[in-house]
């Protein structure tokens, strides 16, 4: 075990790193998830989640070349300050600040729901003030206790609810072939263009969330090496899931997309009502441990904000004792709280998916900008960088035009703030 040089624990090695990627990407959504695809696109959905997850690989590649010349904590953050100026490093940081609490808010929300079915008490304003303090305020506590607490809990919950899906995929595809009558016929219907971009942005709010884990820098054994490595496995391991339940629950679920549990609905027909109270106990699980992958990273990028001097000094104080960035934490679960107290799920997953792709889209210009120092820096290099680049921006500006108005003025908004922050300590 070493110290970072901003005395931070280097306790995260690649495979923690990549769990915690996993665990911060696949959260209660993908128990939603396939109905709202099936809806769109019937029997081409699976074919969806492939083509997503190869867009999402593109912008991962630029992640992993930018990553790789960094080992210090901070991010996309970092990123983006060091390559495009400090007034661009601070709205990619305020992008994903937002973006980093109003997800898990959303997924404590869904987690309080399903809380809520097995005990109907916390249905109320009282029980569900009750609930998410207690649900985020431990998390906080862990993460608070040391690092190596906070990466052993990621670790525990991403093996339990990718368990859970593999079961779930692994006996779909059992009764499939051992049950013929239990197959549903896919449907290919004609689907617009407005259509397939439509659910691309879905996909890409589901494949969100691995950005937030490059946040740990600071606390990983080997960064330059791990960080991309993790990256492109964690989205590897992601896509090929997504697309499995997908075409599970479709081949198994007549009417899928009118479907408001999915998993649990196709589970009732090829495990019974046992399977289906599993797969409602694994989505608590899986809400649970995207909650605590969050509560793990996100801290540290207003922690990285107070080192660089764009954020108060406060927020970057280390724990005497624990070497954690407790203020931080603090402050950051105290946010998360409030946004799942006041909004609901639509509204936080809303503010979650506005700054998503402008960050994407930065870390893709920020690839030939920083290929051209040629300064050797880089430990991952992609073979055609320029072609990655323009395919990253692409991407990214072509699923932006789906935004609506509600969307654009929160990004909007976030880049007025960014910019009053920039004035403020640009001296």
């Not at 809400?287 to 540290?300: D, I, M």
């Amino acid at each position: 075990m070493t110290e970072s040089p901003h005395g931070l624990v280097r306790t995260i090695g690649r495979w923690s790193l990549t769990a915690l990627m996993v665990n911060s990407i696949v959260g209660v959504s993908i128990f939603k998830l396939p109905a709202d695809l099936a809806q769109n696109l019937g029997g081409w959905s699976p074919l969806s989640c492939v083509a997503a997850g190869a867009g999402i690989l593109v912008i991962a590649g630029c992640i992993a070349e930018v990553s790789s010349r960094y080992e210090e904590t901070g991010g996309l953050y970092l990123y983006a300050r060091d390559a495009l100026g400090r007034f661009a490093g601070l709205l990619v940081a305020w992008m994903t600040w937002l973006t980093r609490i109003a997800a898990p808010a959303a997924a404590a929300n869904l987690v309080w729901t399903y809380s809520a079915k097995f005990f109907p008490g916390l249905s109320s304003g009282p029980g569900k003030f009750a609930a998410l303090f207690l649900l985020i305020g431990h998390l906080a506590l862990h993460n608070y206790f040391g690092v190596k607490t906070g990466k052993n809990l990621s670790n525990f919950f991403t093996v339990v609810k990718i368990g859970f899906l593999l079961v779930f995929v692994f006996a779909g595809c059992w009764a499939i072939v051992a049950w013929p009558e239990l197959r549903v016929p896919l449907a290919l219907p004609g689907v617009s263009a407005k259509t397939w971009f439509e659910t691309m942005l879905l996909l890409v709010y589901a494949y969100g969330g691995f950005e937030g884990a490059l946040s740990v820098g600071g606390e990983s054994t080997n960064p330059k090496r791990d960080t991309p490595i993790a990256l492109l496995l964690a989205l590897g391991v992601v896509c090929l899931i997504y697309t499995a339940v997908q075409y599970v629950t479709i081949a198994t679920l007549p009417d899928a997309g009118l479907s408001a549990r999915p998993l649990a609905d196709a589970a009732q027909r090829f495990l019974g009502a046992g399977g289906a109270a599993a797969i409602a106990v694994a989505a608590l699980i899986s809400g649970y441990g995207y909650l605590s992958a969050n509560v793990l990273h996100a801290p540290r990028i207003t922690y990285a904000l107070a080192q660089q001097g764009d954020f108060p000094k406060f927020l970057g104080v280390l724990h005497a004792k624990y070497r954690t960035p407790y203020v931080s934490i603090l402050i950051y679960a105290g946010l998360v709280f409030l946004f799942a107290l006041i909004g609901d799920f639509r509204w936080n997953a809303l503010l979650s998916a506005a700054s998503r792709l402008s960050v994407y889209g930065a870390m893709a210009l920020a690839v030939p900008i920083l290929r051209s120092r040629h300064d050797g820096k880089a430990k991952f290099l992609l073979p055609t960088p320029y072609l990655f680049a323009g395919l990253g921006i692409l991407f990214s500006a072509a699923l932006a035009t789906r935004m609506g108005r509600s969307e654009f003025a929160v990004i909007a908004t976030t880049s007025v703030i960014a910019l009053a922050n920039w004035v403020a300590v640009r001296k």
